[in-house]
């Protein structure tokens, strides 16, 4: 199975603000976690080849997600592979998209080659709590 989960929202930002956001570990940190949990564990090298780590925490421990960049384009798309325990520790990847519209822009993340159904259910709980925390963080005059 090589299913796909693709999430999006607008949000009242610039593209620019918004892409720097997800390569900028100490941004990822505040909004890349899952509802109730603390703050995550993040570092990036930020570049085309460059490795990422991001560790979560929540009440039942905490969980690495890693990859690779394989473009920066920006402020227009991001794209990184991605790797967990939920993807059994292989290679899945992550395309992010910021698109201006008006004076906001709309982020969409599609996430491909995921290996099962339940690797789809738990990213698409996983991706949207992290997109509505994203669009939380970022809109409007918020900080992060």
């Known amino acids: 199975m090589t299913a796909v989960v ?3 929202r607008r949000i ?5 603000r918004l892409f720097d956001a997800w390569l900028d570990p100490k941004s990822l940190a505040v909004w890349m976690r899952r509802d109730g949990s603390a703050p995550s564990g993040a570092v990036a090298d930020r570049r ?3 490795a990422f780590a991001i560790t979560m925490h929540d009440p039942n421990g905490s969980f690495v997600h890693a990859g690779n960049y394989t473009v920066i384009d920006r402020p ?3 794209e990184f592979t991605w790797r967990s325990a939920a993807t059994h520790q292989t290679d899945s990847v992550v395309r992010v998209t910021f698109t201006p519209d008006g004076d906001a822009t709309v982020v969409e993340v599609r996430h491909e080659l995921l290996p099962d159904a339940e690797a ?3 990213h698409t709980e996983g991706w949207t709590e992290i997109i509505d925390r994203f669009a939380a963080t970022f809109a409007e005059n918020g900080e992060a």
């Open 76 to 78: 227009h798309t991001l």
């Open 12 to 16: 009242a930002a610039s593209a620019e």
């Open 120 to 122: 789809v259910q738990r």
């Open 6 to 8: 693709t999430v999006s």
């Open 48 to 50: 085309v080849g460059g």
